[in-house]
């Protein structure tokens, strides 16, 4: 039996040499859907493991008011303009807010376009420069790779310290590979004492997280006072059970701050990361039922090629069929041949997709800062698929091929 099978697969690698171009072009035709695939899979892996990963920093245990939900830009929500949050308002939150074992962040962006100076050193205009809490590293999740947090006093004193992001420490940074803890720089003229370095969290979607300096809350309300500046409110509780009663003890806090009425609703946002979780979940589904339909379409019609291809196979080799049947080879034998023939077709058809989606999926991912991570899944899926449509366009020419007429076929011009 086994020697039957061995002889088959060798037949099927000679008649494949036999027909080069037209395999070749077979194996691409089924790679291009292949590639679709696993590129699309491994593209939508890369995005939801990033963008879960950075949501997921906040902890389960987190949630934020902010000035829009981000999904309040959906449905008849989409004009909804909702007042910034004041400095005015989250002081006043911080001190009305009392929910047992809470701890409450304030954080605004002061600019994304700052220039930042040491000694005759200067960056380009693109870092992100934030007023922060004591309490906005622990709140979002953020570790010191090198250096402190700021402490209580820090902020209540309004100390000239800085903590920076961790492309400044890299060689080619602003401090040219040397330590920036200690160094004295200078934005928008105010100079700070750099007492941190931030663990790298890397880029997403082009904005690097790395390039931010955190500075105390007030300091940066005295260099950045533009009118319109939005707050944020982030809050860990330490016990997650109590995550819900606190969110709406938070709900009902700033609702009192603003002065709205029972009827009215809330013209504030607020975020939970399990939530945004579950909508990037969402998200996934329907780029991943969306990979799904391209590429079975385009699988499709590989499959069509391949069967039709192998039909023109059986046309052409009626006359060796017909050879092999008078020297006694059975009808199993003479479909196993042709049913082989479409099998390694279609593996190296997956095979070839299988790397090129890869490539593609990796290539995605590096042109846009995602987290790639190999994906097993697609890969097996890839495989699982490119065996049924060997099997579906197989079935029918190894059929034919085993029916034709031993006496007939040898009459084939």
Known sequence: MFALLRENISIAFDSIKGQLLRTILTVLII??????LVGILSAVGALENTISGNFASMG?????????????????????????ITYREVKDFQDKYQYPLTTTAISFTGTTAAEIKWENEKTDPEINVLGINENFLTNSGLEIE?????????????????????DFAKDNGLFKGASPIDKIISVRGAKFKVIGVLESKGS????????????????????????????????????KEALEAAQDEAILTFRNIRKLSPIEKDNFGIERSDSLLNEIAEMSSVLNFAAWIISLVTIFGS??????????????????????????????????QFFMETLIIGQFGGILGIILG???????????????????????????????TALFSGLYPAIKASKQDPIESLRYE
Do not use: C
Not at 31 to 36: L, S
Not at 359 to 382: C, K, N, Q
């Open 146 to 166: 090198t250096g402190r947090n700021f402490n209580y006093f820090d902020i209540q004193n309004n100390n000239n310290v800085a903590i920076v992001g961790a």
């Open 60 to 84: 389960a245990n987190t949630f934020n008011i902010q000035r829009y939900n981000y999904t309040s830009q959906r449905g008849n929500e989409i004009n909804k303009i909702n007042p910034v």
């Open 303 to 336: 499959s069509i090629a391949l069967m039709n291809i192998m039909l023109v196979s059986v046309t052409e080799r009626t006359r060796e069929i017909g050879v092999r049947k008078a020297l006694g080879a059975k009808k199993n034998t003479i479909a196993v």
């Open 204 to 239: 997403t979607f082009g904005n690097n997280e790395d390039l931010r300096i955190l500075i105390p809350l007030q300091h940066a309300r005295s260099i950045f006072s533009n009118p319109g500046i939005n707050y944020n409110l982030s809050i860990k509780v330490e016990n």
């Open 358 to 388: 890869i490539l593609i999926g990796m290539a995605v991912s590096a042109g846009v800062g995602f987290d790639f991570t190999t994906p097993w899944l697609a890969m097996f899926w890839a495989v699982v698929v490119t065996l049924l």
């Open 31 to 36: 790679a291009i859907g292949i590639t679709a």
